[in-house]
């Protein structure tokens, strides 16, 4: 690897050597150490493990998952709906449900279904893996199965399958037809959800989402559709906004109106119990990362409580559908520096062995930032950097950070080569970029290790992906080798 000071003017080596560390840099621009990111002897811990251990066991480029960091966001969760439960006399139940869009993975459902909670769907592929989840003992048919989004063919007869086979299956309504294809082929008493379209922020570019079935047409679905029928029956009405729960007027005011309907749909509707208000918890995506769980659910319930109140009614039961919460944190990438490029007098690049584009693509599709940390060298001097994957995009890049508008990395001065790591990338980045399959240039999936503890607090690892061949991408592509058959 090219040293920096075949780079560095004379007039620069001096600025250069005035610089201080890494590890001072960091100590003294944010709250440092913190929960998850700790330093021991110049090497990053994430979560107490040791990731320069981890690098030199798998190599890089290389995704890893913390699996007891999503049971711990669960149960912190759970814990503190509880208890504001508690506090505030709140007469209903909590449920948390985990949203299935935002990781897919086997190894993901099986750690938060240790946790009980529910599951969220959001396609018809889903339900195979609810099928997969009971045939494995790891829900039963008393489990909730909330079904959302809009729903194609292929979705509502995998629907209706579990409601006839006795799952607690609950569809949420999404347009004024969909009940019909349940009170045609249902052949027992099931449950539904409404899900209430919701207004956007005045900054969307639509006023109110396309999700959903809009305020003024809930009473009539319910008592045209819904009251007739001799099978269906009204459990819950469904709420959620883009921008998440957070602590601003939008956000409250779309709540009470929810709560409001809620209290209307009740008076009339004798088996509306519950109410789901989606998810939207934020994850931690920078160092500087402030929010108050606590405060949000224990206003979430008074509120909802006092509306309640106000209006003489029951309060509802309360279900969440956390996804990025639940999962985001327990992710990383790990890269490995191959190069430097100084490519005018101030614009120096690092290049990493993989690609933003495929490996990241919420950091070129949404301009996402994570929380960007070197592995090793916390001891050296630093310096400006913008980073760059390896496709020949010129998107595919990175260059900073949510705290800031530059990013800063240890220099480059000796053999010892640089290690990075983005992370809480856990949520979404497998869905969307695609896995195991072809990717812009050709660039392979990296490996992906599981890191679990055992009882003793041990770490333990796992390979559950190795790095993908350039076999499985010609098999996929169409190609051939002589003698054999065209996709094999």
Same mark, same amino acid.
């Given at each position: 690897?090219?040293?920096?000071?075949?780079?560095?003017?004379?007039?620069?080596?001096?600025?250069?050597?005035?610089?201080?560390?890494?590890?001072?840099?960091?100590?003294?621009?944010?709250?440092?150490?913190?929960?998850?990111?700790?330093?021991?002897?110049?090497?990053?811990?994430?979560?107490?493990?040791?990731?320069?251990?981890?690098?030199?066991?798998?190599?890089?480029?290389?995704?890893?998952?913390?699996?007891?960091?999503?049971?711990?966001?669960?149960?912190?969760?759970?814990?503190?709906?509880?208890?504001?439960?508690?506090?505030?006399?709140?007469?209903?139940?909590?449920?948390?449900?985990?949203?299935?869009?935002?990781?897919?993975?086997?190894?993901?459902?099986?750690?938060?279904?240790?946790?009980?909670?529910?599951?969220?769907?959001?396609?018809?592929?889903?339900?195979?893996?609810?099928?997969?989840?009971?045939?494995?003992?790891?829900?039963?048919?008393?489990?909730?199965?909330?079904?959302?989004?809009?729903?194609?063919?292929?979705?509502?007869?995998?629907?209706?399958?579990?409601?006839?086979?006795?799952?607690?299956?609950?569809?949420?309504?999404?347009?004024?037809?969909?009940?019909?294809?349940?009170?045609?082929?249902?052949?027992?008493?099931?449950?539904?959800?409404?899900?209430?379209?919701?207004?956007?922020?005045?900054?969307?570019?639509?006023?109110?989402?396309?999700?959903?079935?809009?305020?003024?047409?809930?009473?009539?679905?319910?008592?045209?559709?819904?009251?007739?029928?001799?099978?269906?029956?009204?459990?819950?009405?469904?709420?959620?906004?883009?921008?998440?729960?957070?602590?601003?007027?939008?956000?409250?005011?779309?709540?009470?109106?929810?709560?409001?309907?809620?209290?209307?749909?009740?008076?009339?509707?004798?088996?509306?119990?519950?109410?789901?208000?989606?998810?939207?918890?934020?994850?931690?995506?920078?160092?500087?990362?402030?929010?108050?769980?606590?405060?949000?659910?224990?206003?979430?319930?008074?509120?909802?409580?006092?509306?309640?109140?106000?209006?003489?009614?029951?309060?509802?039961?309360?279900?969440?559908?956390?996804?990025?919460?639940?999962? =985001? %944190?327990?992710?990383?990438? *790990?890269?490995?520096?191959?190069?430097?490029?100084?490519?005018?007098? @101030?614009? /120096?690049? $690092?290049?990493?062995?993989?690609?933003?584009?495929?490996?990241?693509?919420?950091?070129?599709?949404?301009?996402?930032?994570?929380?960007?940390?070197?592995?090793?060298?916390?001891?050296?001097?630093?310096?400006?950097?913008?980073?760059?994957?390896?496709?020949?995009?010129?998107?595919?890049?990175?260059?900073?950070?949510?705290?800031?508008?530059?990013?800063?990395?240890?220099?480059?001065?000796?053999?010892?080569?640089?290690?990075?790591?983005?992370?809480?990338?856990?949520?979404?980045?497998?869905?969307?970029?695609?896995?195991?399959?072809?990717?812009?240039?050709?660039?392979?999936?990296?490996?992906?290790?599981?890191?679990?503890?055992?009882?003793? =607090? %041990?770490?333990?690892?796992? *390979?559950?992906?190795?790095?993908?061949?350039?076999?499985?991408?010609? @098999?996929? /592509?169409? $190609?051939?080798?002589?003698?054999?058959?065209?996709?094999?």
């Amino acid at each position: 690897m090219a040293k920096l000071s075949q780079y560095c003017t004379s007039s620069l080596k001096p600025k250069y050597a005035e610089m201080k560390s890494y590890r001072e840099l960091i100590e003294q621009t944010f709250e440092f150490p913190q929960k998850e990111f700790k330093v021991r002897d110049h090497e990053l811990l994430f979560n107490d493990v040791p990731l320069m251990d981890i690098i030199k066991q798998y190599g890089t480029p290389l995704k890893i998952t913390y699996l007891p960091r999503i049971s711990e966001n669960i149960r912190f969760a759970q814990a503190t709906f509880n208890n504001a439960i508690e506090r505030f006399k709140y007469n209903g139940k909590y449920t948390y449900c985990y949203c299935t869009k935002s990781s897919h993975y086997d190894f993901v459902l099986e750690e938060a279904l240790n946790n009980d909670v529910h599951i969220e769907t959001s396609s018809a592929f889903d339900i195979p893996i609810v099928r997969t989840m009971y045939e494995r003992n790891k829900i039963t048919k008393d489990t909730f199965i909330l079904c959302n989004g809009f729903k194609m063919p292929k979705y509502k007869e995998y629907i209706t399958d579990l409601l006839n086979d006795g799952f607690n299956c609950i569809p949420i309504l999404d347009n004024l037809s969909e009940i019909d294809t349940y009170e045609k082929n249902v052949n027992k008493p099931y449950q539904v959800g409404i899900r209430v379209a919701a207004d956007e922020e005045p900054k969307f570019e639509f006023y109110t989402s396309r999700l959903g079935i809009r305020y003024s047409d809930i009473v009539p679905l319910f008592k045209e559709k819904i009251q007739p029928s001799g099978k269906a029956s009204l459990k819950m009405l469904h709420f959620f906004i883009n921008t998440g729960i957070k602590d601003t007027a939008y956000y409250w005011s779309e709540l009470s109106r929810f709560i409001f309907k809620y209290c209307e749909m009740k008076k009339i509707c004798d088996t509306l119990d519950s109410i789901d208000i989606g998810g939207g918890f934020p994850i931690k995506t920078s160092l500087t990362f402030q929010f108050d769980y606590k405060y949000m659910i224990e206003q979430i319930v008074e509120n909802i409580k006092w509306i309640c109140e106000k209006n003489n009614v029951p309060v509802p039961n309360i279900f969440t559908e956390f996804g990025s919460f639940t999962v =985001g %944190e327990s992710g990383a990438v *790990l890269y490995s520096m191959v190069d430097q490029k100084l490519q005018n007098d @101030k614009e /120096l690049w $690092y290049m990493i062995d993989g690609s933003f584009i495929t490996h990241l693509p919420d950091v070129w599709g949404l301009n996402q930032k994570y929380i960007l940390l070197s592995v090793n060298k916390w001891d050296d001097p630093y310096h400006k950097v913008n980073i760059g994957g390896l496709t020949c995009d010129s998107h595919d890049y990175y260059n900073s950070e949510a705290h800031t508008g530059e990013v800063f990395l240890p220099m480059i001065t000796d053999e010892e080569p640089l290690y990075i790591g983005f992370f809480h990338t856990g949520a979404y980045q497998e869905s969307l970029g695609g896995y195991g399959g072809i990717q812009h240039c050709l660039i392979p999936a990296p490996k992906h290790v599981l890191i679990s503890r055992n009882e003793d =607090g %041990e770490i333990t690892t796992e *390979l559950f992906a190795k790095e993908q061949t350039s076999e499985s991408m010609m @098999k996929l /592509l169409g $190609y051939q080798s002589e003698g054999q058959p065209l996709n094999p």
